[in-house]
């Protein structure tokens, strides 16, 4: 049974940092497409990170480019999103998600497996 676990998700100040966490367990991240997204209400869900099988290949979008940071422990089996200079637009609920494509995905509809979600909560 696949299960993707988020933690890490809080309150923060504008300008402050995050790690969020996606446990896995029931597939290997280093063998699928990891992304994190995120939604907020009467939105659609956006992805902000993507890596690759290898880890050699990532992908953000615009809104986060040079600020969020994604990133994977094999031997953990966890997936890593760091967020720095954060800002009130960055609140939303943050998801783990995998996929079983063979090249880096920002769509939503090529990831299978999600996570529940965690609530990132940026005051300005």
């Known amino acids: 049974q696949v299960q993707l676990v988020e933690s890490g998700g809080g309150l923060v100040q504008a300008g402050g940092s995050l790690r969020l966490s996606c446990a896995a367990s029931?597939?290997?991240?280093?063998?699928?497409?990891m992304g994190w997204f995120r939604q907020v209400p009467g939105k659609e869900r956006e992805c902000v990170a993507a890596i690759s099988r290898s880890g050699g290949n990532v992908d953000y979008s615009d809104s986060v480019r040079g600020r969020f940071t994604i990133s994977r422990d094999s031997a953990e089996n966890t997936v890593y999103l760091e967020m720095n200079n954060l800002k009130p637009e960055d609140t939303a609920v943050y998801y783990c998600?995998?996929?079983?494509?063979?090249?880096?995905?920002?769509?939503?509809?090529?990831?299978?497996?999600w996570g529940q979600g965690t609530r990132v909560t940026v005051s300005s």
């Open positions: 029931g597939l290997p991240v280093s063998r699928r497409i």
């Open positions: 998600a995998a996929s079983s494509k063979l090249i880096v995905s920002m769509d939503h509809l090529d990831y299978a497996y």
